[in-house]
């Protein structure tokens, strides 16, 4: 049973390769009678899109969508919903002197070994190019949360070993969205840069954290045993090219404290919303979730990215044959992914709540 | 949908609570004529079982288990296969007192919010005494893949505080049980167990973080872009209790290094096994998984644990119909679960590894 | 990927084998807060059971169930709802004659091809009494539909060459119980005992037709392209052990008519009830299903049987090495599966409505 | 869950709507490696598409295919492979009349009730123009099953009450396409031709059978207890539109026929195939299947179509808000869909064997 799927009632499909055609997704179970607002898909793709600044790779590709099914009169109509963006920036020629040379730390082998065959073209399906798509249908994810109130912010909160100061707030996408590095903190943003620039020169890449927190997500979402609102929401950022850790609520931290620490009191709100039934926590270190059950808390989760593997430097190798070559360091790259990974967190966290959203409706 | 299910080809689904009349295990696409070695399943359920030592719970389940279909003759029949164990030692009297209360850091609020309902006695389905089902699954796993020569160790790295030293070696099955916190360090396993007492005694509880390693796993494990096997393997690890987060290979700690650093090179080895097929990589920042396909290197990760909720100190919350109350500290508990974890992670390993090896032949 | 589960919200999962421990299901998906009629349950399986009647097989199963998880003080809690029942009138010594043979148009063959292995014993797996599995399930089904009105009545229209004559009624529960062939019409059901008692005498055996109605179906069940409501329930039929056809409304018969006369014209109805949304055709060719979508209508389909492949006559045959064999008829069997098959058929109509209905709760 | 996929391991998603931009489908899980024919593709596509003969609507589609993802250097690359078919002769216009009125027999009711809106334009997702992507995704199917020299041949067998004398020979591809009905028995089809021409100048419609043998099967393939390989040909089957009833092997006819007829005897092949393994039946009631697996001899199963509900003459019916209206009868329309439906026949049972040759991998 292949991959290519996420979700069991919000389900999307994706397809496409880096240097293919197109990419694409098709959504089966997005309710209907949704209203489609395109410009909201477009600027979530805008903040995914290579090239958006200085400290992004500079393939240029405007990623332009088109919904070709699923859509009349500007309302969902309850059947598939599909979204292709067509690739328009490909120099497929850039990668004729790596089809048959492995890449340190990328895909290039094991999909080689698995399949048989190996679209060189960029790494094909496993270039990160295929997280456009996955923007694009947690865009219609947020828009059908959007309707409960249910919001996403995620922002970085580290790069290399440059660190964010606070820990506890929660951000707006205003203040996130004020720097191209989509750090909150002026300061350790202004950092951030620098690092990205200085690491660029050296041919160099860094990884970082991205940190999330989801507001006013309902009691009561996420579905034991195994589909634990933190188990999806795990999987679908483990699933993101180039994560390397999830951790939700006090999370590896939270290990080193004590039951009577850990343990978040409950107490009673004043004038509940009706998301929180009048219930709260004193504290969160249940990060939202207790028995893998949304509780009405913020939800915040941290996603670790490792520094991308496309360095702008010679590589000892090996090819298809065993033969010891060099990976030459040249193309267009990203010295830091994580910034252009906000989005796809969020369309990821957007998915995983859209699909427990509508799990939840069977036991109304 | 609920999620009571795990898996794709070898799928398991596991019912029962913690004071009913049984847990059990439903496996469908267990492959036929597979040896059952029934001894091996029960040495597994020892290791998980309640009052195993002085630093656990002093719960007595026996926890014997009867395999009630899918095996004739001593092999399996390619038929659903089902585990049954028994509870014997109930006292859901000692729960009364918490029929309407909210235990914090629990799963009584979300339970009881999600389903209308609560069933109090031990927590009912949300108790870990349903991960005894996932060993004796996870023990079929393992005797299906141990003929491919594929093998789970995992230990106990940390407790509260305490953390091991060596995090690159590989331990045997034979130093892990060595002790009774399943830490392969004498000397850490002594300041372990030494903590945990001093905890119990003090009505508290611990987090801590197990390590685990498969070897011989082959190159090819994986279903991108969504199922891939780091995603698959986070996914069952976030889904037992207790665990906050989930990291393989450089993890968390690699987002400071550069991609210069990071980036694994290949290389030849003289004499290569089957699995490897001749290929290995110098250092192992990405934990056997490149691109979400096992890459023939060992698989490496760490799981998060929190302290246990349940604690032997009273504590301030509130009921069902909100009013304040003591939830008083009193009945049986674990000061630390990882060290019965262990088992647990080793069997949701496996489960993964078993799925995704079935998944695999698609391609042959 | 093994085949043992079906439906996709309201999910079961059966096991067991003839002559094992136990067969037992899982319902996965049943709503909490539903209250549980034993009695009700037990007259499912009642109808169902062997040795009921003079024209059925002599087995002794008493068929009494346990439920063993997902169910707290008589209503569901929304966890996993296990039943299971015991095999008791076990003789699998009367089996071990026939291990090396392939019986003719039994499973015998195919499954020890396919599996590698026979458990001989009644037909291990193959065998029909899984069917009491599904009944369990079914009345589960039944009872969660119950609230909504909808009711599931079938009976026998044909054995053998003797059919009803009325197609357009739909009969009560009462009348289809008046009598042991499960055939409302009187003098029709005679004919039918007549038959099957002298088929018996020839150590022969019948095969025949069960209509199904299901009434008060809301309009708006099933999910196109593919998971039409028809197309799931002619799935459910088909899976019953010695089901040879499906057709729903005009079925086979209407492939003779012409669209003038096949069309179902609307009409309002003048105090439509809130299932019609005041909505109904004249005729119903449809039966009950436009476009794979209930309409408000009765539904109504009809299922075929084939003669039960055990006969009490020697028949010539071959066994595992290719030898010619002699497969003696000795033993107990039912020379009329038919009227014991009508609450299976029930059974499965009402797990698809079931998942169905919680499918369209997406919708809402 | 919405029901736009199809098959477990080679799993379709289908797209699009009869007036949108274009209709497509995603394939995830054909195997790597395949090579692609790109003629054998449109030739199956030029079988079903509208217009290409006199008895036929004629609306004009060339369905032009087009392959936009998963292969490469034209082989399939194990990853999803996508195909889209534009729509041309789009006439939305037509369908303005249509907006408040409900067809009869049409899904014009059943959609407006179960999503709240309704795509009027030609029935938007409700379209038989939806099977041109299974016939696409079918023709990769065959590709693969060619391979095991794995055969489909479906023919018209009846069309209204017109019917073919031969019931048991098994007709080659050359004998079908011999003329425009796909009957291969010539006096039969001149009588269907006849039949619908004079049907088509009433302004009126016909239904019809279609009989598919498949051959050369290996034994094995099923998925007990739910996924009977007949039971998933029978889903298949049941979800093309206008489909009424299936049967296979002896079908609604076997009901009538005792045990000692109906059982088909084993017999030894002198020279067996490795399909056969030696085993053959003398008879072949069981249709190829026993015991829901396939058990080697030919798979022969019938498909009842209803006569299509689109007419040229006026109908009775009722709009939106319960007003009495006339449908018209205008418009390009079919007058018996059942010659075109031949190649949708094949394709769909050609992703049920795909589907079930990969599941049954496991066991090997």
Not at 71 to 97: A, C, M, W
Not at 119 to 126: H, I, L, P, Q
Not at 239 to 254: P, R
């Amino acid at each position: 049973m292949a991959g290519n799927s996420f979700g069991q009632l919000f389900k999307i499909t994706t397809f496409g390769e880096s240097h293919g055609a197109m990419i694409g997704v098709v959504i089966d179970g997005c309710p209907s009678n949704l209203k489609i607002d395109e410009k909201f898909i477009q600027s979530e793709l805008d903040r995914r899109k290579p090239g958006q600044s200085k400290i992004t790779t500079q393939r240029k590709e405007d990623d332009v969508f088109e919904i070709v099914s699923g859509v009349f009169e500007n309302k969902t109509t309850g059947t598939p919903l599909t979204i292709i963006i067509r690739n328009s920036d490909q120099k497929p020629q850039d990668y004729k002197h790596l089809a048959d040379k492995f890449r340190p730390s990328h895909a290039d082998f094991t999909y080689s070994e698995k399949y048989g065959n190996r679209d060189y073209r960029g790494g094909g399906r496993s270039s990160a190019r295929e997280t456009a798509a996955r923007v694009a249908a947690g865009a219609i994810a947020k828009l059908l949360l959007k309707k409960q109130g249910i919001q996403f912010n995620a922002w970085v909160s580290q790069v290399g070993t440059v660190k964010m100061k606070d820990s506890e707030k929660i951000f707006s996408n205003k203040e996130i969205e004020s720097n191209i590095v989509r750090c909150p903190e002026k300061a350790t943003a202004e950092k951030m840069i620098k690092l990205i620039e200085k690491t660029r020169k050296e041919g160099d890449t860094l990884g970082g954290v991205i940190t999330t927190v989801i507001t006013n997500c309902p009691v009561g979402l996420g579905e034991p045993v195994f589909d634990k609102l933190h188990a999806d929401l795990g999987k679908a950022m483990l699933s993101i090219n180039a994560v390397k850790g999830f951790e939700f609520g006090s999370g590896f931290e939270g290990t080193k404290m004590k039951g009577s620490e850990h343990n978040d009191s409950f107490s009673l709100t004043p004038n509940p919303s009706p998301k929180e039934r009048g219930m709260r926590t004193l504290t969160n270190h249940s990060g939202g979730i207790q028995g893998g059950i949304s509780n009405g808390m913020e939800i915040r989760f941290n996603v670790a990215f490792k520094p991308v593997a496309t360095i702008m430097q010679d590589q000892q190798s090996i090819d298809k044959k065993g033969n010891k070559v060099i990976v030459e360091g040249k193309g267009r790259h990203d010295p830091c992914v994580v910034p252009r990974a906000v989005p796809i967190v969020e369309a990821m966290a957007a998915l995983v709540i859209a699909d427990h959203f509508l799990r939840n409706k069977i036991y109304k």
